[in-house]
C-alpha cells in the first residue's frame, strides 16, 4: 500500500514538473543574487505554500538538500499525510544549479529527464528562512530552518515576495506539529 502511495506522489511530481517546465514566462520575478549551496543544503520546514495537489493533505512537511560530489544537490522531501495511519511519504529528486544564475536558480528533477524550475526568491543572510517558487508565480514554498517562523521574518518576506508579482492571499499555513511528537 506504501508503495502505491508513494508511486502516485511521485506521479503528481512528476506532472507538476512537465508542467511547470514547459512554460515561458514573460516579465519573471527576480530571484536572490547569490546563494552559497553548502549553506543553502540541509532540512528546511514548510512554513506555507500555494496549495499544490501533489501536497494534498500533507502536514509537517519537509525539504532537505544534501550536497554530493556529483554536480547536483540530492533532494528528499516529506510530509505526514492526514491519514488514519499518518503515513510518512517521501519523494527523492537532484537539484541542479542553472550555470549563471549566482545559484538562486535551479532545476529540480523527480524524473528523468523532465527538469523544473526552482527559484530561490528571498532567503535570510543567516540562511534561517527562504522562499521558493516557479517563475510563473503558481507556485510558491515559505521555508524555515526551524518548524516556526517569527513573524516579523514571515511579514518581511511576504512583503518581498508581494513586491514580486505574488499573490500571497494564496499562502495557506502548513502545520507543523509532528515535531512535538518526533516525526522521522
Known amino acids: 500500500m506504501n508503495l502505491r502511495i508513494n ?3 511521485s506521479l503528481l511530481f512528476f506532472m507538476f514538473f512537465i508542467l511547470t517546465g514547459c512554460k515561458t514566462v514573460e516579465n ?3 530571484t536572490v543574487e547569490k546563494v ?3 549553506k543553502y543544503a540541509g532540512t528546511w520546514y514548510e ?3 500555494f496549495p499544490a495537489p501533489f501536497q494534498e493533505g500533507c502536514t509537517c512537511t519537509t525539504a532537505e538538500y544534501i550536497s554530493t560530489d556529483k554536480g547536483y544537490l540530492k533532494v528528499l522531501n516529506k510530509c505526514r499525510k492526514e491519514s488514519e495511519s499518518d503515513d510518512i511519504d517521501k519523494a ?3 537539484a541542479f544549479v542553472v550555470e549563471g544564475s549566482g545559484n538562486a536558480k535551479l532545476k529540480v528533477q523527480f524524473f528523468w529527464p523532465f527538469r523544473a524550475d526552482y527559484w530561490i526568491l528571498a532567503l535570510a543572510n543567516d540562511y534561517s528562512y527562504a522562499a521558493v517558487g516557479s517563475p510563473d508565480r503558481e507556485y510558491l514554498w515559505i521555508l524555515s530552518r526551524q518548524p516556526q517562523i517569527d513573524e516579523s521574518s514571515r511579514t518581511r518576506m511576504e512583503a ?3 513586491e514580486k508579482g505574488f499573490d500571497i492571499s494564496r499562502l495557506e499555513n502548513t ?3 509532528c515535531w512535538q511528537s518526533g516525526m522521522e
Do not use: C, M, V, Y
Open 7 to 9: 508511486s502516485f506522489l
Open 28 to 30: 519573471p520575478p527576480r
Open 36 to 38: 552559497d549551496i553548502e
Open 47 to 49: 512554513i506555507a505554500s
Open 92 to 94: 527523492t529528486g537532484k
Open 160 to 162: 518581498q515576495l508581494k
Open 175 to 177: 502545520p507543523q506539529n
